[in-house]
T-cell receptor, first 114, second 112 residues
């Protein structure tokens, strides 16, 4: 009965490769997010989608492309991976678009670039 | 005690004592605040929230205090237990459609 689930949990790959991370939520929420957490535990939003539409796109390189096939899924595709992309990526969802409801987070995908 | 430096700030408390974790938020227009707990290998987990029209809110063993004058938020944990050991984040939001901005986090370490 996991609320927000991400796959894979660990991703180890080489520089230059393309990889995807999948996220699904079964809470019936309208809004989903991707966050990046660096080695110092700093959490920064990357994207948010409301009902499959992009709302927030922070200054993220265009090598990162989110895709939302329906409001329960928000996947993250990363092209030409770089060493600096190593981090933990968290998917989250909320009932409403920011500012009014808490977000529910998945357990993260730890991405390591060799 | 609390240490702040290049590493994640750490607060060490004795089991059974009360803990107070502090957060200075950045924007005076922020009107919604959340405290999250992040255990090792897990995502942030909602603890308690507060809106700007309140200055105190209580949950089970936790209390959040909001001081808008000095843009300060605190989380008080009563009778701290080993299971409370985690990194705690505050997050602020300026309203509908806006990002949540997370604080840098504080590691709470509960000593036996």
């Amino acid at each position: 009965d996991t609320a927000v689930s991400q796959t894979p949990k660990y991703l180890v790959t080489q520089m230059g490769n393309d990889k995807s991370i999948k996220c699904e939520q079964n809470l019936g929420h309208d809004t989903m997010y991707w966050y990046k957490q660096d080695s110092k535990k700093f959490l920064k939003i990357m994207f948010s989608y409301n009902n499959k539409e992009l709302i927030i796109n922070e200054t993220v390189p265009n090598r990162f492309s989110p895709k939302s096939p329906d409001k329960a899924h928000l996947n993250l595709h990363i092209n030409s991976l770089e060493l600096g992309d190593s981090a933990v990526y968290f998917c989250a969802s909320s009932q409403a678009t920011g500012g009014t409801q808490p977000q529910h987070f998945g357990d993260g995908t730890r991405l390591s670039i060799l | 005690g609390e240490s702040v430096g290049l590493h994640l700030p750490t607060l060490s408390v004795q089991e059974g004592d009360n803990s107070i974790i502090n957060c200075a938020y950045s924007n005076s227009a922020s009107d919604y605040f959340i405290w999250y707990k992040q255990e090792s290998g897990k995502g942030p987990q909602f603890i308690i929230d507060i809106r700007s029209n309140m200055d105190k809110r209580q949950g089970q063993r936790v209390t959040v205090l909001l001081n808008k004058t000095v843009k300060h938020l605190s989380l008080q944990i009563a009778a701290t237990q080993p299971g409370d050991s985690a990194v705690y984040f505050c997050a602020e939001n300026m309203g509908y459609g806006q990002n949540f901005v997370f604080g840098p986090g504080t590691r709470l370490s509960v000593l036996p």
